[in-house]
């Protein structure tokens, strides 16, 4: 599956790193040299979370981004174990 969000459009991007010797000049020096470019990847905080996609629930990859702006709707939490109040009621029963 590739890197890339449905509801963003967020994906994989390349790009370099530097690598940088000698002492800024605002901090006394002659200035920073760079000695070498690396090719790298920026990749996409990709999360693989539970979703409700048309009305089933869904494991999905998306992007934080995202999750955060609310294009996801999770499904309702399980309740795991019976409250005080829930066993009040089935033994009143």
């Known amino acids: 599956m590739a ?11 390349s790009g370099r790193t530097y690598t ?3 002492k800024a000049k605002y901090l ?3 200035g920073v040299k760079t000695t070498g470019r690396t090719k790298r990847t920026f990749r996409a905080n990709m999360q693989r979370v539970r979703a409700v996609v048309n009305g089933s629930v869904r494991k ?3 992007s934080t981004k995202a999750l955060r702006d609310g294009f996801i709707t999770k499904p309702p ?4 174990a019976y409250t005080a ?5 089935d033994e009143a029963k």
Do not use: A, M
Request: charged content about 35%; hydrophobic content about 15%; overall charge positive.
């Open 77 to 80: 939490k399980r309740k795991y």
């Open 60 to 62: 999905i990859n998306v």
């Open 20 to 22: 940088h010797r000698g």
């Open 3 to 13: 890197r890339k969000c449905p509801f963003t459009g967020k994906k994989t991007h």
């Open 28 to 30: 006394g020096g002659v």
């Open 85 to 89: 109040e829930q066993k009040q009621q």
